[in-house]
């Protein structure tokens, strides 16, 4: 499998034909395992960018994700009067875990940046693209806070091979991927070290999701995901 990046003349802008970020693939992947949380129009919702109500859970881990990174911003966080949780606006979180998780992710030399590669495929044109959590040397971080955790949680989900696939095509290639995980009591880690093999893989899903979208394609109506202008809020 040939995957070419397309580089543009100078003060050119490239068309791509198709612009996709990881949780997009996550949703669709859900729908395809048949999950539950993940209908044909909870799916098709997210792809034309209609917002739904947050659910308890993915508000917590909303307030959580903040929690951390205002404390890394030296934002000063209210403690409950034992001084054993942070208080967010719904939730309490261990000082303790919460200061580990910090310690840990200080160390970074950036946040919330935004990766981009256009490639050339049999396809068509496709923007690859989405803002990671946090940058190290050589390795990309993401923070997640689930109330449900296990093992390899994250080993199928989109954003290790496509944030490592962009800084490989963009000659920046890093040596891991690592979720920095916690169930609000517990700190876990699941690490994966990008190769062609998952190169390989990621390919094969994003033409079979170009498949999807295309064969549903009157279903969609907002038509970023066809290489519209607006490509932002991606993760």
């Known amino acids: 499998m040939e995957i070419l990046k397309v580089t543009s003349p100078e003060g050119v802008q490239i068309k791509a034909d198709y612009a996709i970020y990881p949780s997009l693939m996550d949703a669709y992947l859900r729908f395809k395992r048949h999950d539950d949380d993940e209908t044909f129009d909870s799916l098709f919702c997210k792809i034309n960018k209609i917002k739904s109500e947050q659910t308890e859970s993915q508000l917590k881990g909303v307030e959580f994700e903040k929690c ?14 034992d001084g054993l949780h942070f208080k967010a606006v719904n939730f309490l979180f ?6 580990r998780i910090v310690d840990k992710l200080k160390p970074s030399i950036g946040k919330q940046k935004y990766l981009e590669v256009i490639i050339k495929t049999q396809v068509g044109i496709i923007r690859l693209y989405g803002i990671i959590d946090f940058e190290f040397p050589e390795m ?8 449900n955790y296990k093992c390899n949680k994250y080993k199928d989900h989109m954003q290790h091979p496509v944030y490592s696939f962009i800084r490989h095509l963009n000659n920046e290639p890093i040596k891991a991927f690592k979720y920095v995980v916690s169930d609000y009591f517990e700190l876990y880690q699941e690490t994966y070290i990008p190769g062609q093999n998952m190169y390989d893989k990621l390919m094969i ?3 079979e999701f170009i498949n999807f979208i295309n064969h549903y394609k009157s279903f969609i109506t907002d038509k970023t995901i066809f290489g519209g202008e607006e490509v932002s809020d991606a993760e």
């Open 68 to 81: 951390v990174n205002d404390l890394l911003s030296g934002v000063v966080v209210e403690k409950t009067p």
């Open 205 to 207: 899903t994003i033409f």
């Open 140 to 147: 990309i971080v993401d923070l997640k806070g689930t109330s």
């Open 94 to 99: 261990p000082v303790d875990l919460i200061t």
